[in-house]
């Protein structure tokens, strides 16, 4: 069994700083990728930021130079420190961790529930 559990959403005002964190556990073999998505009722879910085991970090368009990823891979743990938030940025921030549960490499992905973000004076 394996979870993954984000926390630090909430209600902030234009231009405000919010810190987002995603604990992967359970029966985990390996993590190749940690990442951040949302989405907008209505709308697709997006990747917002993403980083690969080794460290490389991938960004969406819209968000680089005001977010930044970071990851513990110790704890198995990711972070997203959200900065210059906008009214666009309200959404539901879904966690996604890519993982192997054995020497196999068999990669599964795996959700958190979600934690809304609301931007808004």
């Known amino acids: 069994q394996v979870q993954v559990v984000e926390s630090g959403g909430g209600l902030v005002q234009p231009g405000g700083s919010l810190r987002l964190s995603c604990a992967a556990s359970?029966?985990?073999?390996?993590?190749?990728?940690m990442g951040w998505y949302r989405q907008v009722r209505g709308n697709e879910r997006e990747l917002v930021a993403r980083?690969?085991?080794?460290?490389?970090?991938d960004y969406a368009d819209s968000v680089k130079g005001r977010f930044t990823i970071s990851r513990d891979n110790a704890k198995n743990t990711v972070y997203l420190q959200m900065n210059s938030l906008k009214p666009e940025d309200t959404a539901v921030y879904y966690c996604?961790?890519?993982?192997?549960?054995?020497?196999?490499?068999?990669?599964?992905?795996?959700w958190g529930q979600g934690t809304q973000v609301t931007v808004s004076s």
């Open positions: 996604n961790a890519e993982l192997s549960l054995d020497s196999s490499l068999r990669t599964f992905r795996y």
């Open positions: 359970g029966s985990i073999f390996s993590i190749n990728v």
């Open positions: 980083v690969i085991s080794g460290g490389i970090t």
